[in-house]
């Protein structure tokens, strides 16, 4: 593990990643705490107020101090992201892993399933199923999960076809082990490189499936300091006051970009070719 994090940071893209994701990290753990205003507090004679030594990013249509909404926020955004792409990354690895182990009609038919919901775009799927469900943020970690299973699944097989051949696995077949064993103690442990960079790279696409979903009224709602949802009450007053919705999308972006350089250099370190 230490060898891996010195790879990474020698790489630009890994080391930036890294830092942008430390900061995205350290606003999740701290963020309510380093807030110097309520978030959701109002005050009617403090509105649209550009930034300021006291409001450092400005203050938005009800007088709400913008810097801390953004740090708040980061805990619903973030968060939430991570654990759908966690909970896809956990079904999909152990349904890929099962259907290249087993094989014949079965992986057939469950590769078959993930073409035919592949087929449809990630943000349609998803707002299918929350428009189903309801409006929450709940729903919307499900949405996304579900949506995100279908690639896991292709990825983890692709790699878990090559191991399906190796020694360790007929040996294990010939000892007579139950077939479980052998998909989540004999395969998975072996193709978790790929997993975990394609599962990096896909928690950007997360964060902005997220918050699309949050700025259509579907995932997070009012009061909640979520990005997109920052980014949706304040597109009508950007004119008046374009801070307002400048600086919770800028927030998303650098987030997504940061995940994004570290998914790239995690495959660049990962990659046994590289070294």
């Known amino acids: 593990m230490p060898d891996i994090l010195k790879r990474l940071l020698r790489s630009p893209q890994g080391a930036v990643g890294v830092l942008i994701i430390l900061l995205s990290l350290l606003m999740v753990v701290g963020g309510a705490h380093v807030a110097p205003f309520d978030p959701e507090s109002i005050s009617i004679l403090t509105r649209y107020k550009p930034p ?13 101090d913008i810097f801390s909404r953004v740090m708040v926020g980061a805990r619903s955004t973030i968060v939430l992201s991570l654990l759908a792409t966690a909970l896809a990354m956990v079904i999909g690895s152990v349904l890929g892993t099962a259907s290249a182990y087993l094989g014949g009609k079965i992986d057939e038919f469950m590769m078959r399933t993930m073409d035919a919901v592949m087929a449809i775009p990630s943000l349609l799927f998803a707002l299918l199923i929350v428009s189903t469900l309801g409006q929450s943020s709940m729903n919307a970690v499900l949405a996304i999960t579900i949506a995100f299973v279908p690639g896991m699944v292709r990825i983890s097989r692709s790699v878990a076809l090559a191991a399906r051949q190796q020694d360790y696995i007929n040996a294990a077949i010939a000892r007579g082990e139950a077939g479980h064993y052998i998909i989540l103690r004999e395969m998975l442990p072996n193709i978790l490189a790929p997993i975990i960079v394609e599962a990096t790279i896909r928690v950007a696409f997360a964060i902005m499936l997220f918050a699309t979903l949050s700025f259509l009224g579907l995932g997070a709602q009012p009061p909640e300091p979520e990005w ?8 009508t007053y950007f004119f008046t006051a374009p801070w307002m919705m400048m600086i919770p ?6 987030v997504a970009i940061g995940f994004n350089l570290l998914g790239d250099g995690l ?4 990659n046994p070719r590289s070294h």
Request: negative net charge; aromatic residues 6%; charged residues 25%.
């Open 52 to 64: 300021s030594a006291e409001h450092w990013f400005g203050t938005d249509q009800m007088g709400r």
């Open 249 to 254: 999308g800028l927030a998303i972006a650098l």
């Open 267 to 270: 495959r660049d370190v990962l």
């Open 228 to 235: 997109g949802l920052m980014v949706s009450e304040a597109r």
